[in-house]
């Protein structure tokens, strides 16, 4: 998910524009995350979202012991994935700077790896943006495989959680990025600190780098709470079995 994503980012910003525009970087990111599901899926649920996985513990769909061992691969992978595309971009990077990598201005390059908000947005408004999508991502992830309801095909999973994706990068990514997924923000933005960007990647936009840890964490619960309560409760049967939590582990395949 997160090579191809930055990838696609990378090749609009240093491309300027030449190599792919807004849509590039969404289709990038979703069907980043439909190989990632096929990738993954049969083994852990394909979880490549440290909130999804959080709120997935809290209403008992996952195993807390298996918390940590999730979101640490997610972060290493996530970091290892930003190493990757700063070294397949690095000479476009020193010609696109001049060799002075900044994170704001007209050459900045820190966000092709991290999420920072536009200009005109304030930090709470922002905040509330992420918690918005991330409840949109955690209700469409839980429709699709929902099979109780009208969910997904056998077989589309994959393909219509990266249009799922797709459709939140379109239609909420303008103001913040949509970084929806702590795991998706943070590990490249430590990168970005150490690869010579410097600690203003924590400083900049107000300090944002907390928000897209937190509120798609809140996001999330929100959402999977909203569809529990307002969908999930009513299309139980009381002689429907209740399943097990291998069962609903394997079901469910994550961004």
């Not at 090749?11 to 590039?24: C, D, T």
């Not at 195993?63 to 970091?79: D, N």
């Not at 929902?146 to 990266?162: E, H, M, Q, S, V």
């Amino acid at each position: 998910m997160m090579t191809f994503g930055l990838g696609s980012v990378a090749q609009v910003v240093l491309g300027k524009h030449s190599f792919g525009e807004y849509l590039s970087i969404n289709l990038g990111f979703g069907f980043g995350v439909m190989l990632g599901v096929h990738a993954a899926g049969g083994i852990s649920g394909a979880h490549m979202n440290a909130s999804i996985t959080f709120a997935n513990c809290v209403v008992g769909n996952l195993l807390w012991r298996k918390l940590p061992a999730y979101v640490i691969g997610q972060f290493l992978g996530s970091f290892a994935a930003a190493a990757v595309i700063f070294i397949l971009y690095y000479e476009a990077l020193q010609n696109y700077t001049g060799g002075n990598l900044t994170v704001t201005g007209p050459t900045a390059t820190a966000g092709i790896f991290a999420t920072y908000p536009a200009p005109y947005v304030s930090l709470w408004n922002g905040f509330l943006q992420e918690l918005i999508a991330s409840s949109m991502l955690m209700i469409g992830i839980l429709a699709i495989h929902d099979r109780k309801n009208a969910g997904a095909l056998p077989g589309t999973n994959a393909f219509i959680t990266g249009l799922l994706v797709v459709l939140i990068g379109m239609s909420m990514g303008m103001n913040t990025g949509y970084a929806i997924n702590p795991s998706r923000d943070l590990p490249p933005r430590i990168f970005t600190a150490l690869a010579g960007w410097g600690l203003e990647v924590f400083r900049a936009g107000n300090c944002w780098w907390w928000v897209p840890l937190l509120a798609p964490t809140l996001g999330c619960l929100v959402g999977i709470f909203i569809y529990n309560i307002l969908i999930d409760f009513h299309n139980r049967s009381p002689s429907d079995p209740e399943p097990s939590k291998q069962d609903l582990e394997a079901e469910m395949s994550h961004m």
